[in-house]
């Protein structure tokens, strides 16, 4: 039997998925192999649905800012989202079929992407407390999607995956110009808001369609029967 190449890849839960590459041959998939699979597969499936429900929370808005157009950008959006949770949730009984082990890999990964949670939604707390004190309630949303987009950053270097710095400027360039809008027009809150929503809500939804793209890469590249 020929010897195949895979990539052996650690991925640990947190506020998005992470990936360490390291590459290798194995002539069949041993056990060792398979709870390899099963701690990245585990880590990676239920993202998608997190991302679905982040991609609502950021549409929302559009319902109160633009009235039927808004209703009916929301509703795709509600479809969407509906795909990758049910695709997710497919991943998910699949990778219930193999038992997952932590390695010393994920651990490290699980912790920075822990700190790096904290700080990102201690920051927010802050900034919405405080921007709420002084009366510029406004500038709530437009921060929060600016800080969402911040945090891919330090991300995209802990999972060592180039996406993330992509995915970064949408939610960044949008916050910016929905702040841009509430300083220097009328324009009412929930239409500044719906401003911000759109950079997070194309963030979240690439994020959620890759999530399912890299579950299917993993398991062909372990020779797993994907369903």
């Known amino acids: 039997?020929?010897?195949?190449?895979?990539?052996?890849?650690?991925e640990r839960a947190g506020k998005d998925a992470a990936i360490v590459i390291q590459?290798?041959?194995?002539?069949?998939?041993?056990?060792?192999?398979?709870?390899?699979?099963?701690?990245?597969?585990?880590?990676?499936?239920?993202?998608?649905?997190?991302?679905a429900v982040f991609t609502l929370f950021y549409s929302v808005w559009f319902c109160f800012a633009w009235g039927?157009?808004?209703?009916?950008?929301?509703?795709?959006?509600?479809?969407?989202?509906?795909?990758?949770?049910?695709?997710?949730?497919?991943?998910?009984k699949h990778a219930k079929r193999f038992k997952a082990v932590p390695s010393e890999a994920g651990k490290k990964i699980a912790k920075n992407m822990g700190i790096v949670s904290a700080i990102t939604y201690s920051a927010l707390t802050v900034f919405a407390v405080t921007l709420a004190a002084v009366h510029l309630v406004k500038l709530i949303f437009p921060a929060v999607t600016l800080i969402i987009g911040l945090h891919f950053?330090?991300?995209?270097?802990?999972?060592?995956?180039?996406?993330?710095?992509?995915?970064?400027?949408?939610?960044?360039?949008?916050?910016?110009?929905?702040?841009?809008?509430a300083f220097t027009t009328t324009m009412?809150?929930?239409?500044?808001?719906?401003?911000?929503?759109?950079?997070?809500?194309?963030?979240?939804?690439?994020?959620?369609?890759?999530?399912?793209?890299?579950?299917?890469?993993?398991?062909?590249?372990?020779?797993?029967?994907?369903?």
């Open 1 to 10: 039997m020929h010897k195949r190449r895979y990539c052996k890849r650690a």
């Open 23 to 51: 590459c290798g041959s194995e002539k069949k998939m041993d056990n060792e192999t398979k709870q390899e699979f099963g701690e990245i597969a585990q880590n990676i499936a239920p993202y998608g649905i997190m991302m």
């Open 68 to 92: 039927g157009a808004g209703r009916i950008l929301f509703t795709l959006t509600v479809v969407y989202g509906a795909y990758i949770v049910f695709a997710s949730i497919k991943n998910i």
């Open 153 to 181: 950053i330090p991300l995209a270097k802990i999972m060592n995956r180039k996406i993330d710095y992509f995915i970064a400027p949408v939610p960044i360039v949008f916050s910016l110009v929905a702040s841009y809008l």
């Open 188 to 227: 009412a809150w929930t239409e500044v808001y719906a401003v911000a929503g759109i950079g997070g809500t194309c963030a979240t939804m690439i994020y959620g369609a890759y999530m399912l793209y890299a579950y299917k890469k993993v398991a062909q590249e372990y020779g797993v029967e994907y369903p």
